[in-house]
């Protein structure tokens, strides 16, 4: 894989790590999506995760691959509450209808993307990789 978005996509669950009062906290993610060639992820309002993210917005990320591979991205994290961004969210992943029936016109949901990140691909046999984001 060339790019983080292209491994994230191959490999849908990923770890992103937040911190909380001074302490780590690790949630597994799902959704990522390429908008104006940023790496965006989406979540809830009322969710600790977005308490911890505006709060300290460096965050990582971390997926393992099924090839004794693993990507862990480390940056920054801005917020993009806009209708288009939101609706590409919800055209990319009809399942987020599910969690939040109203779409893109759900005040609670919100997108976010890396502002500064740098990614790296792992492994146990090759040495340490830079990727691109997308």
Not at 12 to 26: I, M, N, Q, S
Not at 27 to 47: D, E, I, Q, S, W
Request: charged share 25%; hydrophobic share 40%; proline share 4%.
């Amino acid at each position: 894989m060339k790019t983080a978005y292209e491994y994230l996509k191959a490999n849908p669950v990923f770890h992103l790590a937040t911190v909380d009062e001074g302490k780590g906290r690790v949630r597994p993610f799902g959704f990522v999506m390429k908008r104006n060639n940023l790496l965006y992820f989406c979540t809830n309002t009322t969710k600790d995760v977005y308490r911890q993210l505006v709060a300290s917005p460096e965050i990582e990320i971390s997926d393992k691959g099924t090839d004794d591979t693993w990507l862990r991205i480390r940056g920054k994290v801005a917020f993009d509450g806009s209708r288009e961004a939101k609706a590409q969210a919800f055209d990319e992943s009809a399942n987020l209808l599910r969690i939040y029936p109203k779409g893109a016109d759900d005040e609670t949901f919100i997108t976010f993307y890396f502002v500064d990140a740098k990614a790296t691909l792992f492994s146990f046999s090759q040495a340490p990789k830079s990727l691109p984001l997308v």
